[in-house]
Each structure stands twice: as C-alpha cells, then as structure tokens.
C-alpha cells in the first residue's frame, strides 16, 4: 500500500456506490445499513458487481493500480445488531469483495481492498460526532470484524470531527493493518468541526505510535481544498480525493431533490490539478460521480 502513493504514482479509487445503487429503480437500500445487505442479495450482488467492475474496468485499460472499498460504511456494531442481518456482515462484506478481484478476468489487476467505516452519526453534522474515548469503543468492533475479513487496508470516511477520528485512528492502529483517515471539508478547505486540516493530520499523527498511512478528503468538491492556500506541510500527508460531482454545500445537497452535477471537464480538471501541482496520488469520486468522471481522469 505505501509503495502506491510514495512515488506519485496514479491510484485510482472507485467513483460512487450508494448514490449510484439509490438512483437504481430496481434496488432497494436498507433503512439504516444502505447497501451492506445487498451482499446476500443475487439482485445486489449483480448490481454492486456491475459498478465496481465498470470501475475495475477503466482502471485496467489504463495500467492503474485500483482501489474499491467494502459497502460497510453505514456497518457499525449499534446498526448491525439492531437489524436482523447477519452480524458478520463486515466479514461477509470483505469476503465479496474478494471474489469480485478474484475473478479470471481481474486475477492480473493491481487492485486493493480498503475495509471501511463512517462516523456513528451524520456525517455533516460534528456536533454530534463522538468524543476520541467514545469513537475508540464504538468502532473498535466493526474495526476488528473488517480486519478479520482480510482487507487489505482500513479507511474511515466522511469524518466530520477530529476528536471522532482520533479513537478511530487509534482502533485502527491496534489492528496492524495499513488505514486512511479520510474528512469531509467545507467549502474553505477546513474539517467541519472547525479544525484545518494541518491541525487535524498533526493532532492524529500525534496521538497515534503508528500513524495513518495518509490523510484523504472525500464527498466535497475538489475546489473546496483551496489548495493554493493550504501549507506546504499538508501535501507531505494528504495522499487522495474522492470529489463530488456538484460545487453546492452539503446542506444544499443534503436536501436536494435531484442530483446536482457540475461538467465532468470541471470536475476532471481540479482532481488533476491536484495530482499534478499537488502531488495528491488517489483519484476517486463520491456523490453524483461514475463511470464518466475517472474515464476523465485516466484519458486526460
């Protein structure tokens, strides 16, 4: 996983999954785990399928190494338990995932599986986000359960609040895994809870003895870094972006009816001006992006 980004070299990173598979008039997410249960679904398995591989796809055409992570972000122990599903859904999750990078037709592609998890609560709202001691003991279990499922890597997206990904990155680092802490920004380059992401990546580093092998942004534009203005120092530990499609504040997209997209040649155009000017090595996409959005970035 280090020698990935370590030389700047392109890593490409899935483009949407939830949003995709809730524009899909056939499939139906789970009130409170969304996609996870499709695993045990031949109607979702085919669907995921069909959107990771068209992912996989684009990647392979390209000689790029890829990464997909497991439909888990909404897995957390209180949402498992509290449903009828299986509670080793996590485990069955990376399980999946295994045989989908185990088919003949990818068994020669450089493809990582990162086992993810979310915020306990919403993940634009930091208020509610956990205190550090609190994120530890709430993560720690669907942490361990993905770990057992031999992923290859760990990550923790949308992260509103430091303090909340603090005791993730300390669950994470007991596991000896590799993993990723990944925020959401505003619109000023800055973790919802108020914090820089300069702050954010020093107070981790600092409180962890084995450090996250980066920092990621995910489900914001990437305009929204306002790279220009941050320190030199960020670009050491800030490796990769999965951007949204739209340039709207997450409470306008939050409530929108419809999707809201800005060009794919825009969108297309800030990702590489990040990888090229800013040395920014994992390209991937978040709400409202697919297919067209990493065909961009690999063809341009």
Not at 30 to 37: E, G, I, M
Not at 163 to 183: D, K, Q, W
Request: charged content about 20%; proline content about 3%; aromatic content about 8%.
């Amino acid at each position: 996983m280090k020698q990935l980004f370590e030389n700047k070299e392109m890593v490409l990173m899935e483009a949407a999954i939830v949003e995709q598979l809730r524009r899909a008039s056939d499939i139906e997410l789970h009130d409170t785990l969304l996609n996870a249960p499709l695993i045990y679904d031949r109607k979702g398995q085919q669907a995921l399928i069909k959107l990771y591989q068209d992912y996989i796809d684009i990647a392979k055409k390209a000689n790029l190494p890829f990464i997909m992570c497991t439909p888990t972000w909404r897995a957390s122990y209180e949402r498992v338990y509290s449903s009828d599903l299986n509670h080793s859904i996590n485990i069955d999750a990376a399980q999946f995932m295994r045989e989908i990078r185990s088919l003949p037709h990818n068994s020669q592609s450089n493809i990582k599986i990162g086992g993810m998890i979310g915020c306990k609560n919403d993940c634009y709202l930091p208020n509610k986000a956990l205190s550090a001691s609190e994120s530890e003991q709430f993560h720690s279990w669907q942490i361990n359960q993905l770990s057992q499922g031999a992923v290859d890597f760990l990550i923790a997206e949308t992260l509103p609040s430091v303090e909340e990904a603090v005791g993730i990155a300390r669950a994470m680092e007991n596991t000896g895994l590799p993993y990723f802490i990944s925020f959401v920004i505003d619109r000023n380059g800055i973790v919802l809870d108020g914090t820089t992401l300069i702050d954010a990546v020093r107070r981790i580093d600092l409180l962890t003895q084995r450090n996250p092998l980066g920092y990621m942004v995910n489900c914001a534009y990437p305009t929204f870094l306002c790279a220009a203005h941050q320190p030199k120092e960020l670009f050491s530990r800030l490796v990769g972006y999965q951007a949204n499609a739209s340039s709207l504040d997450h409470c306008d997209l939050d409530n929108a009816a419809h999707l809201k997209t800005e060009k794919v040649s825009e969108w297309g155009e800030a990702m590489l001006e990040l990888h090229r000017r800013y040395g920014l090595s994992i390209l991937g996409g978040c709400c409202g992006t697919g297919v067209e959005h990493l065909l961009y970035i690999v063809n341009n």
